[in-house]
T-cell receptor
């Protein structure tokens, strides 16, 4: 059973702070990793993807990947109230029809 | 680019009736489409994977005769919930891929309420 673990939260951070979201996964063969943001009642939207070990930055977002530790994280700098949402980690399964396996998500609350 | 249109956004139906949900990729060819179901405060649960021109692959525990999936073209997949019951009430979301290594694009979702 391929598993993706995320702390469900809620993770509360003050406006302007750095929010750190973490994810571990069980499938060692996963090569691609995606972070989605989901607002309440809406469908997920892609925030970032990462394929190689290390950091990848896009604006206020930085994804970090460590395949040896089977760990992927998302940092959000200068957090804004509009960042309040649930963040879903999704490794892409090796083979298996290219499915994404979703974690339960971490609820982030950015407080004024 | 990479827009996926899903309709309807909301539907209320009577128990025992069938409901069809459409998912269209508007600006790319979706070789694979995925159908998810999400209950309140839970994560997305993959129901099935459909590839254009072939039968859908259903996840364990998902009734293929109840959730009919058709992927007749590279831009359209449909999910039909047959003989719907109140326990089928959920948020159904499609996702499309063009087969590359990039992220999958989600439709806006369909909130189904069976009364």
């Amino acid at each position: 059973q391929k598993e993706v673990e995320q702390n469900s939260g809620p993770l509360s951070v003050p406006e302007g702070a750095i929010a750190s979201l973490n994810c571990t996964y069980s499938d060692r063969g996963s090569q691609s990793f995606f972070w989605y943001r989901q607002y309440s009642g809406k469908s997920p939207e892609l925030i970032m993807s990462i394929y190689s070990n290390g950091d990848k930055e896009d604006g206020r977002f930085t994804a970090q990947l460590n395949k040896a530790s089977q760990y992927v994280s998302l940092l959000i700098r200068d957090s804004q109230p509009s960042d309040s949402a649930t963040y879903l980690c999704a490794p892409k399964e090796r083979g298996g029809g290219n499915k994404l396996t979703f974690g339960t998500g971490t609820q982030l609350k950015v407080e004024l | 680019g990479a827009v996926v249109s899903q309709h309807p956004s909301r539907v209320i139906c009577k128990s025992g009736t069938s409901v069809k949900i459409e998912c269209r990729s508007l600006d790319f060819q979706a070789t694979t489409m995925f159908w998810y179901r999400q209950f309140p405060k839970q994560s997305l649960m993959l129901m099935a994977t459909s590839n254009e021109g072939s039968k859908a692959t259903y996840e364990q525990g998902v009734e293929k005769d109840k959730f009919l999936i058709n992927h007749a073209s590279l831009t359209l997949s449909t999910l039909t919930v047959t003989s719907a019951h109140p326990e089928d009430s959920s948020f159904y979301i499609c996702s499309a891929s063009n087969g590359g290594r990039y992220g999958y694009t989600f439709g806006s979702g369909t909130r189904l309420t069976v009364v």
